[in-house]
């Protein structure tokens, strides 16, 4: 059975806290495209909080080793 990656923020994939590049690399998923998605849900929805969801994973989110 394959060990999964912890999650973690990145290091060398981020824009501002790390938090989305780290989930794009844990469900191997392209950086960008996580991104876009995010914001756009974040954008388009009044029941999703995007900038608070991504501070409060910013702080509970340890930093990655990569």
């Not at 844990?26 to 999703?48: D, K, N, Q």
């Amino acid at each position: 059975m394959e060990q999964s990656r912890p999650l973690t923020r990145s290091r060398t994939d981020r824009m501002f806290g790390g938090v989305i590049g780290g989930i794009a690399r844990r469900m191997g998923w392209g950086s960008t495209t996580l991104r876009v998605v995010y914001v756009l849900v974040s954008i388009l929805s009044a029941g999703f909080p995007g900038l608070l969801v991504y501070l409060i994973l910013w702080l509970l989110m340890p930093q990655g080793e990569d």
